[in-house]
DNA sequence: ATATTTGTCTATAGATTTAGTAGATTTTCA
DNA sequence: TGAAAATCTACTAAATCTATAGACAAATAT
């Protein structure tokens, strides 16, 4: 499972690329909208600046906007940044891999070549679409 | 991520399915061969039994067995009986739906539907995959 | 300059889940 | 009866998740 700190992201950017590009939207109006609690929207789009996703102003006028294009952010990215692994084993993640500690050898255990399988199938899916995707499908 | 629990109730049923059928198989047994902590492989073993894929023994030759055949135990199932939801979303999950409470309307989300997308690559997979299979392999 | 607005940083806290342990009890067999 | 094995009850420690509080820093308007 996504943890809820994913999903308000991936909602958070989604209306971030809805509202009008390049102009600063601040958390509060985010977190309104989409029912975030704030305090921890706070830190979700703190996460998603400090990862070269969001830009920020601060003071009045200011806010978080889309630095990077919504095309441009994967799905699979998103996930990677806030929650980490997305294979269902450490020992078949690409990005956060480590041994299991239970087969004695990696490359011939059933577990490992099944899990890539699965591994495989949803990164086909989650590398492929984007937040700008997302955002299309939701407007019309 | 697969919990813990998890790993090790795979790797258990393969190690009953890769030994003698029908014999009793001591949870020490089973806990030295795979380096599983014995007391909490006993939990995990009481589980598959409270489910119906494995029956014990009491007493001086008991032990657990395969109740079911190994071709019938399919991986999603073992996953689903240990771990519980499978999808990466609670409104997407076949077995254990939740509202994610954040769309107004799930069937035009955008989200959803992507992550439906990955139930069901994921569930194809792992629905056409048994321990007997993993055994199989593993044997070879 | 100063007040206001907004993001940033530090620190904390409650709830839940994960991973496991301890010890008494029951059943079965020899 | 005694030993071996599962079963049951009840914990516990650590990590993670989901936040919240409050001080601080920067930008802007007046």
Redesign the interface.
């Known amino acids: ?2 943890s809820k700190k994913c ?2 992201a ?2 958070a950017l ?1 209306y971030l690329t809805e509202k009008h590009e390049k102009e600063c939207t601040t958390i509060v109006e985010i977190a309104d909208a ?3 609690p704030h305090k921890f929207l706070e830190v979700i789009l703190l996460d998603l600046k400090n990862a070269g996703v969001l830009g920020s102003k601060k003071g009045k006028g200011g806010g978080y906007y889309m630095i990077k294009h919504a095309d441009q952010i994967r ?1 699979i990215d998103v996930i990677r940044l806030i929650d980490g ?1 997305v ?4 020992c078949v993640s690409l990005n956060f891999y480590e041994s ?4 004695e050898n990696e490359k ?4 490992n ?2 899990f890539k ?2 591994r495989d ?2 990164l ?3 590398s492929n ?1 984007t937040i700008g ?6 407007r019309s």
Chains 1, 2 share one sequence.
Do not use: F
């Not at 294979?87 to 450490?90: E, G, R």
């Not at 299991?100 to 087969?103: D, M, T, V, W």
């Open positions: 499972m996504l999903q308000y991936i909602h989604i989409k029912s975030i799905i692994a294979a269902m084993l450490p299991c500690g239970l087969c011939k255990c059933s577990i070549k099944l399988e699965v199938a949803t086909k899916i989650l679409n995707d997302l955002a299309r499908i939701h």
